[in-house]
């Protein structure tokens, strides 16, 4: 009985140390993305607070887990005054891993 709950544990740990990491790879990709969909400079950076991602299930009637990327970008204008722009992005997990970002596909942008 003390192997199942063991092997039951490090099946939970494992999936969810496997969900975070998954999390971290569409933040990174969505980051990659953004930057080439609104042609913003090599450089940008973005806090963890400027991007947040939400996995929901895929509508129904079709596979898989669709996660929901919403990223705030800060800027000014001429005068000095803060512009403040939150763009969603749509990911679709296609791939068999996690781990990729070749796993993942964007399905709209707005």
């Not at 913003?40 to 973005?46: N, R, Y």
């Not at 800027?75 to 791939?95: L, P």
């Amino acid at each position: 009985m003390k192997k199942i709950a063991f092997i039951l544990m490090t099946l939970l740990i494992v999936s969810c140390a496997t969900e975070n990491k998954s999390d971290e790879v569409v933040r990174d990709l969505a980051k990659k993305d953004i930057i080439e969909k609104m042609d913003l400079p090599e450089g940008t950076k973005f806090n963890d607070q400027d991007v947040e991602v939400t996995e929901t299930q895929a509508a129904e009637g079709s596979l898989g887990v669709v996660y929901i990327v919403k990223i705030t970008i800060k800027s000014q204008d001429r005068e000095g005054n803060e512009v403040i722009k939150t763009h969603t992005m749509n990911y679709k997990k296609v791939g068999d891993g996690s781990l990729s970002a070749k796993d993942y596909e964007l399905i709209s942008f707005e």
